[in-house]
Structures are given as structure tokens and as C-alpha cells.
């Protein structure tokens, strides 16, 4: 298949792929796949695909008319339907090439370039070494043309939908996405219970111990946990903001107005009875994230606490604990 008709990708290993060579494994571990998550986390996001209302944030609205059928299964099929042609680039990036000097009025040179020339009586570990020094010490306006490490590759992104960062680690991310599914399924449970049911930091051993045991001290194993796992939380918070829109993966503080209403006056209070915000009304989105999400919940604490083996035994104590141990009415899982 020829060059140009490969697709690129800014958050793909290897950035160019043709467009069958893209594996489901592959594409999963990714952060789009994540983006993807966090955005089914979206209640604006799917209040609208349930009721056809635009969100009243043209941001919003814009993100969403982009992710397509967002909710019409699973990633894969999403991924190659309307994943890849969001998030792969219009135009190819710039690439290090020979230029001809006898036709150099044909060609067009990069808006930023620099132009060296290289002996060829040289070892290509100094030309490597050189051309590094060279970058370093030319400047424009005082400022090197090369920002080096610091150079974020996202910013030159012509994708429909591009990375705001490529500096950012999947496991956080997985464990933001977590903790949030949690609350999410048990908004009442202690911040620290979820902490210890998902395992975010092993190292603090709470489950069976008495508070007391460690005094008054601000900085108990509890109080560790809780502060791991809320910062957990609001970044999952934050971060399903930023991606409504279109803007993954980022955690940063969404300013938004104390008038703001998603779905404008008209649709609020039908939106508001929809995410469990109006007393004595039914909690549709509730319900469906327990629909969706609760096997998978209980699975990921199955898994992290390896009890998965003891939960396949039809009477075993796992299996009997489990309910207590979720909601956080028990700390006792294993015997």
C-alpha cells in the first residue's frame, strides 16, 4: 500500500499503519481506548444520546456530533467506525529529507526548518553529536529553535480530535477510571474502602485494622489511603470534563459557571431526575451504569485481591463476603 494512503496516529506505536493492520489489542492499548472509557462516563454525554438534546456548551455538542454512536458497542467496533478517522492526522508530519540544490526553487520548505550541511567524511556518531550541539546553540529571539525534550508533539495535531499530552502514564489512568466507576456505583462507601478494594497502593495495610491502633496522627495509613485514592477521584472528575471537550488526557480544572446547565433550563430538571439529583425520582443513568458497569466492578476487586479462584466455588466465603465487602459494610473478603 503506498505511503499516503497509511494512516497516522500521534498516540500509536509506530505512528503509521496502514488501516487494516490496527489490531483490536493493539488500538486498546492506546489512550484512546481510555478517552473512549471516560467519555461512556460522560451523564451529559449520554442524557444526550438518550434524548436527542444538544448540550447547551457548543464545545460539548461539538465533541459530541464528532464521537459518533458513541453507545452502540463496544470499543472495537467504535474504534473502527469512527475512532480512527477522528483521531488520525489530516496531514502527515514533517520528516528529516535530502534537499537537491539543483532544484531547489521547486521546493516548498518547511514553515519551521533549519537548513545544515553535512560532510560525508565524517562518522555518523559526530554528525549525530553535531547536529545535536548545532540545535542547542541556534536561536531565534534569544530562544533555541529546538525546545528539546520540552517540545510537545500534540500541539501540531490536525486530528478531528487530538491528545492534549503524550506524557502521561496508563496505569493512573486506569486507576482514575476505576475509582470513579466505584463512586459511581457506590456513592456512600468511604474514599479510603475504595482505595483498599481496588488495591491503589498495596503498601497501605488498613483492611482489618482497627484506627485506633494508629493514635490521632494526621498521617495514618486511612488518612494516606483516602488522600491516594481522592486524588484519584478528582482527576477522574476533571478529566471526563476535559473530555467532553475534546480534550484527553487532562486533568486540569474545568472553570465552569455557578449558571451553568448542561441542557439549558428548558431540559434541567428532567436531566438533573435522570443522574439521581432530584429526590423521589428515577435514576435512569444509575441504573444503567449498574447495568453496565457492576459485573465488570466486581470483577476488577476479584481480580486485584486474587479471589478469583475462591469466587468460582459455589459456597465458598468469598463468594458469600463479596455484596458486604463491595458496599463496604465489611472489610472481610478472604478467610
Request: aromatic content about 12%; charged content about 25%; hydrophobic content about 40%.
Amino acid at each position: 500500500m503506498k505511503e499516503k494512503n497509511r494512516l497516522f496516529f500521534k498516540g500509536l506505536p509506530g505512528y503509521s499503519r496502514r488501516d487494516d493492520a490496527i489490531s483490536e489489542d493493539e488500538a486498546r492499548d492506546t489512550a484512546y481506548y481510555w478517552w473512549w472509557r471516560f467519555m461512556h462516563l460522560s451523564p451529559v454525554f449520554w442524557y444526550a444520546k438518550q434524548t436527542g438534546h444538544t448540550p447547551s456548551d457548543p464545545l460539548v455538542a461539538e465533541t459530541l456530533e464528532k464521537c459518533g454512536d458513541l453507545f452502540g458497542g463496544n470499543f472495537y467496533k467504535w474504534w473502527n467506525v469512527t475512532g480512527k478517522p477522528i483521531f488520525s492526522e489530516a496531514k502527515r508530519p514533517s520528516q528529516v529529507r535530502l534537499i537537491d540544490l539543483e532544484q531547489m526553487d521547486a521546493i516548498e520548505l518547511y514553515e519551521r526548518s533549519v537548513i545544515v550541511e553535512i560532510p560525508l567524511t565524517i562518522r555518523k556518531a559526530t554528525i549525530v553529536s553535531q547536529l545535536k550541539k548545532l540545535l542547542a546553540a541556534v536561536q531565534d529571539d534569544g530562544n533555541p529553535i529546538h525546545e528539546g525534550r520540552a517540545l510537545n508533539v500534540t500541539a501540531t495535531s490536525t486530528a478531528q480530535l487530538r491528545l492534549h499530552t503524550k506524557r502521561f502514564n496508563k496505569r493512573t489512568l486506569e486507576f482514575e477510571y476505576w475509582v470513579m466507576i466505584y463512586r459511581l456505583l457506590y456513592p456512600k462507601i468511604e474514599i479510603w474502602r475504595i482505595g483498599d478494594r481496588l488495591r491503589v497502593a498495596p503498601s497501605l495495610k488498613v483492611r482489618g485494622v482497627e484506627r485506633g491502633v494508629f493514635g490521632t496522627s494526621g498521617s495514618t495509613p486511612f488518612a494516606q489511603l483516602h488522600s491516594v485514592t481522592g486524588r484519584y477521584l478528582y482527576k477522574a472528575e476533571r478529566t471526563i470534563l476535559n473530555a467532553e471537550r475534546g480534550s484527553f488526557p487532562n486533568f486540569s480544572k474545568v472553570a465552569l459557571p455557578d449558571t451553568y446547565l448542561p441542557f439549558g433550563k428548558k431540559y434541567d430538571q428532567d436531566f438533573r431526575a435522570a443522574i439521581g439529583q432530584v429526590p423521589n425520582e428515577p435514576a435512569v443513568w444509575v441504573a444503567w451504569l449498574h447495568e453496565q458497569y457492576a459485573d465488570e466492578l466486581t470483577r476488577r476487586v476479584l481480580q486485584v485481591n486474587r479471589a478469583e479462584p475462591e469466587y468460582r466455588l459455589p459456597d465458598s466465603l468469598v463468594r458469600q463476603r463479596l455484596p458486604a465487602f463491595m458496599a463496604g459494610t465489611s472489610d472481610q473478603l478472604k478467610s
